[in-house]
């Protein structure tokens, strides 16, 4: 069931723009290996409310008025449904994922097939070791159109590079330490086209001197915001998808100016990820 909060907005008025997602049922979701902390092979999973909660989020989406396209799942990649790893578009030039373990390897080239199937993108094909989305994210008004690149466990630094003479974006390398975040999506977020929100503590000091000076509005989050997976999260301007864990975050987030839309995925979670995991934004 979906949980819309109403909340009363701050005088600072927020406007949601209408965003392009992809996304990947988890029809064959289970935890058969583990490549990240929060994974548990020895933990049952139930498939079908996977498929379930994935669906109430689908729908959260285009009942907020976004265009949502579905990848064909594929047996044998059960972390398919982590749509967000498979690549990274801005401006219609989709920088082609690299996964660094072999388990997820062959779900870079479902997602290559969908960009190359569809005129609007234009496929790059990457050399270097990259996650997409799950270490990248884009601010087309911050400092002029910027993207953040998060590496330490997943993504190599020179993919950050790789990625800038793709796009002809800057690209911010930010070094994460802490494995619990392995992934950018779960340690920063982007909270509309010029600010984010983000986990101090998942960054190395350098890191966060980088992030503070560039952003010194972000909405900070603490150990236990990120550990509830609330920075995995989905925000069109406005109204931020969020995981029904997150709730003290959501706070925070309504204190800033946002209206959190608060969705289950706790299944989804035993493979590490949450709503942003699920969902690749595709920028045209």
Same mark, same amino acid.
């Given at each position: 069931m979906l949980i819309v909060t109403e909340r009363d907005l701050t005088p600072?008025?927020?406007?949601?723009?209408?965003?392009?997602?992809?996304?990947?049922?988890?029809?064959?979701?289970? !935890?058969?290996?583990?490549?990240?902390?929060?994974?548990?092979?020895?933990?049952?999973?139930?498939?079908?409310?996977? !498929?379930?909660q994935w669906d109430v989020l689908r729908q959260t989406m285009v009942d907020l008025g976004h265009t949502v396209h579905v990848l064909t799942p594929?047996?044998?990649?059960?972390?398919? !449904?982590?749509?967000?790893?498979?690549?990274?578009?801005?401006?219609?030039?989709?920088?082609?994922?690299?996964?660094?373990?072999?388990?997820?390897?062959?779900?870079?080239?479902?997602?290559?097939?969908?960009?190359?199937?569809?005129?609007?993108?234009?496929?790059?094909?990457?050399?270097q070791i990259n996650e997409g989305e799950g270490d990248f994210a884009y601010l087309p008004d911050a400092h002029g159109g910027i993207a953040l690149a998060g590496y330490g466990f997943r993504t190599?630094?020179?993919?950050?590079?790789?990625?800038?003479?793709?796009?002809?974006?800057? !690209?911010?390398?930010l070094k994460l330490v802490d494995p619990r975040f392995y992934h950018l999506d779960v340690a920063l977020t982007v909270l509309d086209d010029e600010n984010i929100a983000y986990y101090p503590g998942a960054f190395s000091e350098a890191s966060q001197k980088v992030i503070a000076q560039l952003f010194p509005n972000a909405v900070i989050a603490d150990e236990a915001d990120a550990l509830a997976f609330a920075l995995n999260l989905v925000s069109d301007g406005r109204n931020v998808v969020i995981n029904t864990e997150s709730t003290a975050f959501a706070d925070k987030l309504t204190a800033a100016g946002y209206h959190p839309v608060l969705v289950d995925l706790a299944e989804l979670k035993k493979g590490g990820g949450s709503v942003k995991c699920c969902i690749a934004e595709l920028r045209d």
């Open positions: 600072t008025a927020r406007r949601p723009r209408p965003r392009t997602y992809l996304m990947c049922a988890p029809e064959h979701f289970v !935890v058969e290996y583990a490549i990240n902390p929060w994974m548990d092979t020895t933990a049952p999973v139930d498939t079908a409310l996977a !498929v379930k594929q047996a044998g990649l059960p972390d398919m !449904v982590f749509a967000a790893n498979g690549g990274f578009v801005v401006d219609g030039v989709a920088y082609g994922a690299k996964f660094r373990y072999p388990q997820r390897a062959d779900e870079a080239a479902a997602h290559r097939a969908f960009y190359e199937s569809r005129d609007e993108y234009s496929f790059v094909a990457p050399t190599e630094p020179a993919a950050h590079a790789e990625a800038a003479e793709a796009l002809g974006r800057p !690209v911010i390398s």
